[in-house]
């Protein structure tokens, strides 16, 4: 069993930067495909971001290219997610997520068997 746990989320005003964390005890992050989703009220569960096992080639969704961030850091098996410019439309709860088995589909959520709790994100006008 993989358990992720996400934290860095909160409340801020538009413009503004949060850096959300996502730890995975025990695991080596380098070699998995790990990714965040976010899910607003009403909505389906969205790609955001994802970086790459053994290599760390990342990919975002349109809606965050150019203001959000995705790292990793191996020796404290965690990535991270840097938002900056953030939008009331990026209002959400943000998953971080593990693929144990990577087969293709990195912006779809069935790819990643493991998931966080989640972590609110609130962007005020």
């Known amino acids: 069993q993989v358990q992720l746990v996400e934290s860095g989320g909160g409340l801020v005003q538009a413009g503004g930067s949060l850096k959300l964390s996502c730890v995975a005890p025990?695991?080596?992050?380098?070699?998995?495909?790990m990714g965040w989703f976010r899910q607003a009220p009403g909505k389906e569960r969205e790609f955001v971001s994802v970086?790459?096992?053994?290599?760390?080639?990342?990919y975002y969704a349109d809606s965050v290219k150019g203001r959000f961030t995705i790292s990793r850091d191996n020796a404290k098996n965690t990535i991270y997610l840097q938002m900056n410019g953030l939008k009331p439309d990026d209002t959400a709860v943000y998953y971080c997520a593990l693929a144990a088995y990577y087969r293709g589909a990195y912006d779809h959520p069935d790819e990643y068997e493991y998931w966080g709790q989640g972590t609110q994100v609130t962007v005020s006008t």
């Open positions: 025990g695991r080596t992050v380098n070699n998995y495909y």
């Open positions: 970086i790459r096992a053994n290599g760390g080639t990342t």
